[in-house]
């Protein structure tokens, strides 16, 4: 069974930086980044194969965000540069065994129980 972690979330200004960390075991195809805001729907942020090393990213995060592996920790990572406000979010981690539909929550099969991002202006 795959358990995540999720961790590095906080408050910072807008135009900051956070790293949020995802401490993963077991197998998996691909891992990504989802996030939910008040009121809204769990929204897609980023997704990485394990093997391949393709990525995905949501346009709103493209050029500002960037998903990376450590191997040796067994983690994933989200780089997160020039937030603005409109990314506060509770930020989840999620991994998928099947590799397949991973711009959608319906392609991972577990999750983390999600680490709180707040921007503010």
């Known amino acids: 069974q795959v358990q995540l972690v999720e961790s590095g979330g906080g408050l910072v200004q807008a135009g900051g930086s956070l790293r949020l960390s995802c401490a993963a075991s077991g197998r998996r195809n691909a891992m990504g980044w989802f996030r939910q805001a008040p009121g809204k729907e769990r929204e897609f942020v980023t997704a990485?194969?394990?093997?391949?090393?393709?990525?995905y990213y949501e346009d709103s995060v493209k050029g500002r965000f960037t998903i990376t592996r450590d191997n040796s920790k067994n983690t994933v990572y989200l780089q997160m540069n020039s937030l603005k406000p409109e990314d506060t979010a509770v930020y989840y981690c999620a991994a998928s065994t099947t590799g397949l539909n991973l711009r959608m929550s319906s392609g991972y099969n577990y999750w983390g129980q999600g680490t709180q991002v707040t921007v503010s202006s």
């Open positions: 990485i194969s394990w093997d391949d090393f393709n990525t």
